[in-house]
């Protein structure tokens, strides 16, 4: 098979890479940029693990094509915190301890970006309803909702 030219944005870099036409975002990011944030946790867009941020559109990148990243923007998990400094949500979750094997946290924490970016004031119940497209095994979700709440009352205070 061809390869396809793919010139995107990721993290604020312009990036050009080459994938198969039947290569997953998901796979791009982590084989051939070294961006393994996202992690594959179902491959059927069902766990949200491999979440980041399209176009200001949270997706699940093991259902998105790597050849339809041409001319986007995505966001990934890599590039939320500032140099050293950690994102209020990054920060958060360490402090409420809202993450145990870290498989489903870099989906998460999109989630939660996404959400606050167009809801910077959401309600518990809110909150849950933007987290729900992501599973975890091992926390309970309430330690997360507890992180999520947190980073929105020092974001505010900012």
């Given at each position: 098979?061809?390869?396809?030219?793919?010139?995107?944005?990721?993290?604020?870099?312009?990036?050009?890479?080459?994938?198969?036409?039947?290569?997953?975002?998901?796979?791009?990011?982590?084989?051939?940029?070294?961006?393994?944030?996202?992690?594959?946790?179902?491959?059927?867009?069902?766990?949200?693990?491999?979440?980041?941020?399209?176009?200001?559109?949270?997706?699940?990148?093991?259902?998105?094509?790597?050849?339809?990243?041409?001319?986007?923007?995505?966001?990934?998990?890599?590039?939320?915190?500032?140099?050293d400094?950690?994102h209020?949500?990054?920060?958060?979750?360490?402090?409420?301890a809202?993450?145990?094997?870290?498989?489903?946290?870099?989906?998460?924490?999109?989630?939660?970006?996404?959400?606050?970016?167009?809801?910077?004031?959401?309600?518990?119940?809110?909150?849950?309803?933007?987290?729900?497209?992501?599973?975890?095994?091992?926390?309970?979700?309430?330690k997360?909702?507890?992180?999520?709440?947190?980073?929105?009352?020092?974001?505010?205070?900012?």
């Amino acid at each position: 098979m061809a390869g396809v030219a793919v010139s995107t944005t990721i993290n604020g870099d312009n990036v050009e890479y080459l994938c198969q036409p039947d290569e997953t975002l998901l796979d791009v990011l982590r084989d051939r940029l070294g961006l393994t944030g996202a992690k594959e946790g179902c491959g059927t867009g069902d766990c949200g693990a491999c979440s980041v941020i399209l176009d200001d559109r949270l997706v699940c990148s093991c259902l998105v094509l790597g050849a339809e990243a041409e001319g986007r923007n995505v966001e990934t998990i890599e590039g939320m915190a500032h140099g050293d400094k950690l994102h209020p949500l990054q920060q958060k979750f360490l402090e409420h301890a809202a993450l145990q094997c870290g498989i489903c946290t870099p989906g998460f924490l999109m989630a939660a970006k996404d959400l606050l970016a167009k809801n910077p004031d959401p309600t518990e119940e809110e909150i849950r309803f933007g987290l729900a497209g992501n599973l975890c095994r091992c926390t309970g979700y309430d330690k997360i909702v507890r992180a999520v709440q947190d980073a929105v009352s020092e974001m505010k205070a900012a």
